[in-house]
């Protein structure tokens, strides 16, 4: 029969392991310390309880910056989704009879996935679950994968090259790469004749890509890079729409995916399928978290809009 002592550590294990769990998602003592609605002291003296119950050393403690020691990183990975289930577990039991009346859904995603990916999904969560706060933050690359990690957001919608060991992604739709340029540019003179339009047509004119920490302006310079091939570039823009206008003004051309083509562009298109591979946009989601009902629903609609 267990002690009382035993009894007291195992009722307290869930305070000791959220307390750590917040330290490693916050990054310090102080700030778990404000989102638990607790002093200093009494977190640290949380982490010290667990540490001597668990008989590890949780952190390698030098100065005011903490890391995980290799039995801490075990733990934290067996905690992250005992403490975010048992936090969200009324939300989820409610969830599995249909009911999902609150709680809050934070996305993360770059102008264009808001505007020619989102809103049907976006439309549809919205009138099944009303009564939930969907929030939507513009952000992309490295931006938004920070986010991701400290938990700011829930998930991420967007494209990505190359996926951190940290990050799983989940294709959900994919789109063809696009030549655009101004209505009688020589180029669309040239597709309109029948004529192929080569990259080594397109290297002869200046571009006009998103900032050059995005994923677009990789992929560009990759293509040209295999084909022993140079580009210039005459303006960096955020946002398809932003590089859309700015082609039509007859500013440069641009190589961008079909999912910016709305039909009521006043350009000339010219399919890429030859020189660039199809660009995917889908899910981008912290490894290891717990996807909340929320989420989870967010989720399904996505994937059942696109799937059709």
């Not at 982490?47 to 008989?55: K, P, S, V």
């Not at 959900?172 to 655009?180: A, E, F, Q, S, T």
Request: aromatic share 8%; hydrophobic share 40%.
């Amino acid at each position: 029969m267990p002690s009382d002592s035993q009894l007291y550590y195992k009722n307290n294990r869930l305070k000791q392991l959220r307390a750590f769990y917040q330290v490693v998602r916050c990054g310090s003592i102080s700030r778990a310390a404000e989102k638990l609605f607790l002093s200093q002291p009494s977190v640290s003296l949380q982490i010290q309880a667990l540490e001597r119950e668990m008989e590890v050393v949780l952190f390698e403690r030098r100065g005011p910056q903490l890391k995980l020691t290799p039995e801490g990183e075990v733990l934290f990975k067996l905690a992250e989704p005992l403490v975010d289930g048992i936090d969200k577990l009324q939300e989820t039991f409610s969830a599995h009879f249909g009911k999902l009346e609150s709680g809050e859904l934070k996305i993360g995603a770059g102008e264009s996935t808001i505007l020619y990916i989102m809103p049907e999904p976006v439309r549809r969560f919205v009138a099944a679950y009303p009564k939930v706060q969907l929030k939507i933050l513009n952000v992309t690359g490295r931006d938004g994968l920070k986010m991701l990690r400290s938990d700011e957001i829930d998930f991420a919608v967007g494209s990505l090259l190359e996926v951190p060991e940290d990050i799983e992604y989940k294709p959900v739709v994919n789109y063809d790469p696009m030549l655009i340029t101004p209505l009688g540019h020589p180029l669309a003179e040239k597709a309109a004749s029948g004529e192929e339009v080569t990259l080594e047509d397109v290297s002869h004119y200046g571009l006009i890509l998103p900032p050059s920490h995005l994923s677009t302006w990789r992929i560009v310079k990759y293509v040209f890079q295999q084909n022993n091939l140079t580009f210039t570039v005459t303006l960096e823009a955020g946002g398809w729409e932003v590089i859309k206008k700015y082609v039509e003004l007859g500013m440069g051309i641009s190589i961008v995916t079909d999912i910016c083509m709305t039909g009521s562009e006043k350009l000339a298109s010219i399919p890429l399928t030859k020189y660039f591979p199809q660009r995917s946009y889908g899910l981008v989601l912290r490894r290891g978290r717990f996807m909340s009902p929320q989420a989870q629903r967010f989720v399904d609609i996505m994937e059942s809009v696109h799937a059709g």
